[in-house]
């Protein structure tokens, strides 16, 4: 799920500020920036991220206003050079003008190297950090849920659509095998014009081949599933592959439903108009039921 978190903390060696963005993703995908002077804490933050957020495209940014001035950054003289060689190798090759902006050069990773000698952040500094981070993957996680519970009620509406379809279709289920044995009835009788068949028979051939269209059982799982969905949605936790299964069955229900009524005239019509609609609530869940945790 999509989710937005910034916190900034103080103490007496600065300040820190940790911006947490997310969007959907079906694994943990994590991105991490963070200054040259905390970088020693990478693998710590990753795994307090780790502890947060299970699935997601994640983005986390730390940046540190020291409270003092450091000492003063040497310049990367060999890198520098470079940067000009190269800025006139390209006004050779391609006949353009490249002006050196040291403003940007400067910008360069590395360009600046820290101070040699100097020691390791300080225990207070990766505590400042550390309860930062986990201030902002708690926003992070109210702002997800948030939008989880708003996802949990548009798709129980669109299920609830479906349950009202699959209603509309059970009272016109047994009109409709009625209309389908009927003309079956009528087809056989003037196909086998002029050939003796007892019209009990007859009946009988036409009521068997009429039943392969009744459709009770696909409407009964129908229901049965649509009802799971309901548990799994207030169940709620990390649902997303329960509810692409369970959409999939949905969906071959209703195919099934289509296919056998296919040919039952107007009742037929009516009953693919209903379960055309209830495939495409079923599309719409499964558009959502991945975002879900």
Avoid: C, W
């Avoid at 200054?35 to 699935?55: A, D, H, I, M, W």
């Amino acid at each position: 799920m999509t989710g937005f978190a910034r916190v900034r903390k103080t103490n007496e060696l600065g300040e820190i500020t940790s911006t947490v963005k997310s969007v959907n993703h079906r694994a943990l995908d994590l991105h991490t920036h963070i200054p040259g002077e905390l970088e020693q804490f990478e693998p710590l933050l990753r795994g307090v991220v780790k502890k947060y957020v299970s699935r997601g495209h994640v983005d986390v940014r730390i940046s540190f206003t020291p409270a003092h001035a450091t000492a003063a950054a040497a310049l990367n003289r060999p890198l520098f050079e470079a940067y000009l060689t190269a800025l006139k190798e390209a006004e050779s090759v391609y006949q353009v003008v490249a002006q050196p902006d040291v403003h940007m050069a400067l910008r360069i990773p590395g360009m600046l190297a820290q101070p040699t000698g100097e020691e390791d952040a300080p225990a207070e500094l990766e505590q400042l950090v550390v309860s930062a981070l986990e201030d902002s993957l708690t926003a992070l996680n109210v702002f997800r849920e948030r939008e989880g519970a708003e996802i949990r009620q548009l798709l129980k509406s669109h299920n609830a659509d479906i349950r009202r379809d699959a209603l509309e279709i059970e009272k016109l289920r047994a009109p409709a095998v009625e209309h389908f044995r009927a003309r079956l009835e009528e087809r056989l009788a003037e196909l086998l014009k002029g050939v003796s068949m007892d019209p009990q028979r007859l009946a009988q051939e036409a009521a068997v081949l009429a039943d392969r269209s009744d459709i009770t059982e696909e409407l009964g799982r129908l229901q049965v599933h649509s009802r799971e969905l309901d548990v799994l949605l207030d169940k709620g936790g990390e649902l997303g592959k329960k509810l692409d299964f369970l959409m999939q069955e949905m969906n071959r229900e209703t195919n099934t439903i289509l296919s056998k009524t296919s040919g039952v005239g107007e009742l037929g019509l009516k009953i693919t108009g209903l379960g055309l609609e209830a495939k495409a609530n079923i599309e719409r869940i499964r558009e959502q039921v991945l975002n879900l945790e």
